[in-house]
C-alpha cells in the first residue's frame, strides 16, 4: 500500500521569508513523488516531481523540492515566500516498478502574510 | 500546453437524479481519472480508465459510474444524485505507463456539484 502524510493542514508565512511545506510517504518499492498547487475554484496545477537521480528537483515558481530516502520525506520549499503564493498544496505519491494510480496527502493551506 | 476541460464548473442537481459529467483532453492522452474533492479530505479517487472502454475502480467507486467510448473523453455518471455526492469534481488525464509511471497527471479546472 502507499500512502502520504501533510502533517499540517495550515502554514503561515510572512512575505519575503522562506516556507516550507512538510510531506512525508509511504510505499513498497521505490517513490515517484509529485506536488501541485491549487488557486481559489481551479483546478490542481503541477509544480514539480522527484523520479530518479539528484536529490534536490526545482520546479515552477521558484519552487523546489528535497527528497529524503531516509526520512521518507519531500518537503516543498521556496527561499522567499509571495503573498501570491497563497494556495493549497497537495502532496502525491505513486510506488514504482508499479500500476498503481497516484494517491494525494490531505492538502496543506498555505497563507503568505504582507 | 496540456488541456483537459469539463462540462461544467457548476451544477445544481435535485437527489434521484441521474448527473453526468463530461471531461475532455485533446493530448491523445491514454490514462483518464476522476476524483473528488472534499475539505479535509484531499482528493479521492473515483474511477480510472488506462484506454478506451477500460475502467477500473478506485477509492470510492459506489454510487458512480464511467465511460469512455473515446479516447479523449471520460465520462462519470451519478447513476441517482444523493446529498453526499455534493462535492468538487475534479478530472485529470496523463501518458500511459509506457513512461514507466513518472508520467504527470494534468487537471481540468473541476465541477462544483451541488444536490439538493
Known amino acids: 500500500a502507499q500512502s502520504v502524510a501533510q502533517p499540517e493542514d495550515q502554514v503561515n508565512v510572512a512575505e519575503g521569508n522562506p516556507l516550507t511545506v512538510k510531506c512525508t510517504y509511504s510505499v513498497s518499492g521505490n517513490p515517484y513523488l509529485f506536488w501541485y498547487v491549487q488557486y481559489p475554484n481551479r483546478g490542481l496545477q503541477f509544480l514539480l516531481k522527484?523520479?530518479?537521480?539528484?536529490?534536490l528537483v526545482k520546479g515552477s515558481y521558484g519552487f523546489e523540492a528535497e527528497f529524503n530516502k531516509s526520512q521518507t520525506s519531500f518537503h516543498l520549499k521556496k527561499p522567499s515566500a509571495l503573498v501570491s503564493d497563497s494556495a493549497l498544496y497537495f502532496c502525491a505519491v505513486r510506488a514504482y516498478p508499479g500500476n498503481t494510480p497516484l494517491v494525494f496527502g490531505k492538502g496543506t493551506r498555505l497563507s503568505v502574510i504582507a | 500546453d496540456v488541456k483537459v476541460t469539463q462540462s461544467s464548473r457548476y451544477l445544481v442537481k435535485r437527489t434521484g437524479e441521474k448527473v453526468f459529467l463530461e471531461c475532455v483532453q485533446d493530448?491523445?492522452?491514454?490514462?483518464m481519472f476522476w476524483y473528488r474533492q472534499d475539505p479535509g479530505l484531499g482528493l479521492r479517487l473515483i474511477y480510472f480508465s488506462y484506454d478506451v472502454k477500460m475502467k477500473e475502480k478506485g477509492d470510492i467507486p459506489e454510487g458512480y459510474s464511467v465511460s469512455r467510448e473515446k479516447k479523449e473523453r471520460f465520462s462519470l455518471i451519478l447513476e441517482s444524485a444523493s446529498t453526499n455526492q455534493t462535492s468538487m469534481y475534479l478530472c485529470a488525464s496523463s501518458f500511459s505507463h509506457g513512461t514507466g509511471g513518472a508520467e504527470t497527471q494534468y487537471f481540468g479546472p473541476g465541477t462544483r456539484l451541488l444536490v439538493l
Open positions: 522527484y523520479i530518479t537521480g539528484d536529490n
Open positions: 493530448m491523445d492522452h491514454e490514462n
